[in-house]
């Protein structure tokens, strides 16, 4: 299982950017991915969710509004675009899935996204 993400960087505060987040290893289209953030001195948490088929498309609350999660199967891909960001979105920005079965989450290598002025 490999979860590669990309499209981090330097933006201002109002500004947008995209992350991707490449998969491999297993069936992509079987498995919710989420996208989680870790700020410096502060635990990761969960910042958004994107079930494996019908389902409910999860946000936490300080980026509803502003950032929506989607995914291509055909690509094994998800992605989070993020717009309005604000300096609290600073964070190295993680991909991650969980199998459920065999009690393990896989996690990407992160990608910072830094917002300043």
């Known amino acids: 299982v490999q979860l590669v993400e990309s499209g981090g960087g330097l933006v201002e505060p109002g500004g947008s950017l995209k992350l991707s987040c490449r998969a491999s290893?297993?069936?992509?289209?079987?498995?919710?991915m989420n996208w989680y953030r870790q700020a410096p001195g502060k635990e990761r948490e969960l910042v958004a969710s994107?079930?494996?088929?019908?389902?409910?498309?999860k946000y936490a609350d300080s980026v509803k509004g502003r950032f929506t999660i989607s995914r291509d199967n055909a690509e094994n891909s998800v992605y989070l675009q993020m717009n309005n960001l604000k300096p609290e979105d600073t964070a190295v920005y993680y991909c991650?899935?969980?199998?459920?079965?065999?009690?393990?989450?896989?996690w990407g290598q992160g990608t910072q996204v830094t917002v300043s002025s």
């Open positions: 290893g297993f069936t992509f289209r079987r498995y919710t």
């Open positions: 994107i079930p494996n088929a019908a389902g409910t498309i």
């Open positions: 991650q899935t969980r199998f459920e079965y065999y009690g393990r989450d896989y």
